[in-house]
């Protein structure tokens, strides 16, 4: 079972307590859970309920040297399976104290990471965060999470060349329903097409 892993979903877009329930079911059999990109309490690194995926996204919300160092893998949210092309969204309304705790936010304020399409990342930049990121826990892998689209496999090349230990292709599906409609219709393709353009680049 250590393969197996849960998709990366945010205090926010889901309940504390079903965010913590999952990350303790998945650790109870030898699986992984995933942070999402809403940082994690820290009363849980070192406990059952301890994500060994914590994500980081280009907003960066409640990424500290402590959240980093609790993972088994780090992600890198390049894209967004729901929306590819946009980063996380959170309503104001949903951001409570707790995860405006969490996300080192003011409550009620909307959150959103900024759309990694736009010129956010070059392969330069992610090759320096991942060095970063390697520095800071050399034990953890180092994932990038792209999303499956024409051209895939161009970029993929440059991730792996930026020395990313996995690449994960998401899916044109997804999401949690903190994201707008208009945001996560039409997007994308399915990942059986991205997966073997990477391959072939």
């Not at 699986?31 to 406990?47: F, L, W």
């Not at 996995?166 to 994201?179: E, Q």
């Amino acid at each position: 079972m250590k393969r197996f892993v849960g998709a990366g979903m945010s205090v926010g877009a889901l309940s504390r307590e079903a965010h913590e329930t999952i990350a303790e079911a998945l650790n109870s059999f030898g699986g992984k859970s995933n942070s999402g990109e809403g940082g994690e309490d820290p009363a849980r690194y070192g406990t059952i309920k301890n994500s060994k995926i914590k994500q980081v996204a280009s907003g960066r919300f409640g990424v500290t040297p402590e959240y980093l160092n609790s993972a088994e893998e780090i992600e890198i949210k390049i894209a967004q399976g729901a929306k590819p092309g946009e980063g996380g969204q959170l309503p104001g309304k949903k951001v409570d104290a707790y995860i405006a705790f969490l996300r080192h936010a003011r409550p009620g304020t909307t959150l959103i990471s900024p759309p990694p399409h736009h010129d956010i990342y070059s392969i330069e930049d992610l090759a320096q965060l991942i060095y970063d990121l390697k520095m800071i826990n050399p034990r953890a892998k180092i994932i990038v999470k792209l999303v499956s689209e024409s051209g895939i496999g161009v970029v993929a090349s440059g991730v792996a060349k930026a020395f990313a230990d996995i690449i994960h292709i998401s899916g044109h599906d997804g999401g949690t329903g903190a994201s707008p409609l208009v945001s996560i219709k039409h997007a994308g393709t399915i990942w059986e097409l991205g997966l073997p353009e990477v391959h072939r680049a």
